[in-house]
């Protein structure tokens, strides 16, 4: 029996005994699938966003902020696999589902004329206090999966967020601008000079926790700012 052989057949024996499931709809995974199903990979609401400089989640910025280009990789409607797979990012202390898309993600802005000239990933910042409870940033994990893919420099620590906001859930667009109003801040901002820097969080919905990290930033020198997100919420 060759040596790859085997090793098909190890892996095989031990999911039987010690299956692995998808993150998304917890069926058990198999050989050569890591994270997600073949099913659920092939099956989940892509938008390919990043091949359409002009889509819906980069019109939501105009006429509020200047970017460079805003994405997200799936669309995020009702109860779907989408939203299990993010409850379980925040909620279920699952952090390699942030990696996992964040991954996929990177995988596609890394061919992308606008995204593949990023040369920072920063993810949305989240109060010291509300990371201790969850015990990590999810928009953190998210950012490590892109920069892996992108082969590019991460920063989790320049962007900071000065106060602890009450959750946008539920608030109205009007209500969630004020509530991330002057919320971030960059302790240093000569790190993003002459930076392409791309923002990072799990969920966009009005945007309105995105333009406020572009604000805190957009005065910086020479900064380029894009946005991408796992997932978009018409």
Known sequence: MGSTTLN?????????????????????IYTKEEGLCLTCASTL??????????????????????????????????KTRVQTLIHKLKYKNTPKIGILTGEILGSQLVNSPIFSTATVVVPVPLHPAKKRKRGYNQAEMIAIGIANSMDIQLDSKNLIRVKNTNTQTKKSREERVENVKNVFQALNQELFINQHVLLVDDVMTTGSTLESCVLALANIENIKISVATIAYAE
């Open 8 to 28: 098909v057949w190890w892996e095989d024996f031990i999911s039987a005994f010690f299956p692995n499931c998808c993150s998304a709809c917890d069926e058990t």
């Open 45 to 78: 609401p892509f938008t390919n966003f990043h091949d359409d400089l002009q889509n819906p989640v980069y019109k939501s910025f105009w006429g509020r902020v200047k970017i460079e280009g805003a994405t997200a990789l799936f669309w995020f409607n009702g």
